[in-house]
T-cell receptor, first 114, second 112 residues
Framework: GNSVTQMEGPVTLSEEAFLTINCTYTATGYPSLFWYVQYPGEGLQLLLKATKADDKGSNKGFEATYRKETTSFHLEKGSVQVSDSAVYFCALSDPPNTGNQFYFGTGTSLTVIP | DGGITQSPKYLFRKEGQNVTLSCEQNLNHDAMYWYRQDPGQGLRLIYYSQIVNDFQKGDIAEGYSVSREKKESFPLTVTSAQKNPTAFYLC???????????FGDGTRLSIL
């Protein structure tokens, strides 16, 4: 079946530090992969996506590369800011003929301190 | 602007009471979803609907009910059978295929 495994949190970094949040997946088909961000008290916002192997999604300084050989989609940012403090969710979409197509990781909480 | 609107933002339930959470989308998406999020936890799927007048149970459907009479609307009723309803509820929608879900801003439900 399909599943997403995400790095356990919480993660605390100093401002301008390098960020990596690990995400690996299991899928029966050829999924699309996503990273979402959730700020306190809000819904999830799509941060970036990749739809096929070797694609790199990027947005707001965040990047993630779809690695089929390692079934991974790690989130990276070169220099984090206090405003990046949030919960990050890795997700995949793998549409079956019937049934649900979306699967989420458990989320990783990031706190950036000045 | 197209999007998903959840209302109310905060909701309180008394013992033995059913409450209904509203979710409306103007994105013309076929599929809609309800998730429950407990503090510090991930998302758990309650119900989803891929087409009008049809819906399926997710992982934690017990104590909840839904309807999908219109494409743009997917209300969730938290019944009195749900003994631990305090949580943050998120509605989402999507089109078919390898596209992402779009989320509303959530409804926080608490017990009085």
């Amino acid at each position: 079946g399909n599943s997403v495994t995400q790095m356990e949190g919480p993660v605390t970094l100093s401002e301008e530090a390098f960020l990596t949040i690990n995400c690996t997946y299991t899928a029966t088909g050829y999924p699309s992969l996503f990273w979402y961000v959730q700020y306190p008290g809000e819904g999830l916002q799509l941060l970036l996506k990749a739809t096929k192997a070797d694609d790199k999604g990027s947005n707001k300084g965040f990047e993630a590369t779809y690695r089929k050989e390692t079934t991974s989609f790690h989130l990276e940012k070169g220099s984090v800011q206090v405003s990046d403090s949030a919960v990050y969710f890795c997700a995949l979409s793998d549409p079956p003929n019937t049934g649900n197509q979306f699967y989420f990781g458990t989320g990783t909480s990031l706190t950036v301190i000045p | 602007d197209g999007g998903i609107t959840q209302s109310p933002k905060y909701l309180f339930r008394k013992e033995g009471q059913n409450v209904t959470l509203s979710c409306e989308q103007n994105l013309n998406h076929d599929a809609m979803y309800w998730y429950r999020q407990d503090p510090g936890q991930g998302l758990r799927l309650i119900y989803y609907s891929q087409i009008v007048n049809d819906f399926q149970k997710g992982d934690i459907a017990e104590g909840y009910s839904v309807s999908r009479e219109k494409k743009e609307s997917f209300p969730l009723t938290v019944t009195s059978a749900q003994k631990n309803p305090t949580a943050f509820y998120l509605c989402a929608s999507s089109i078919r295929g390898l596209q992402p879900q779009h989320f509303g801003d959530g409804t926080r439900l608490s017990i009085l």
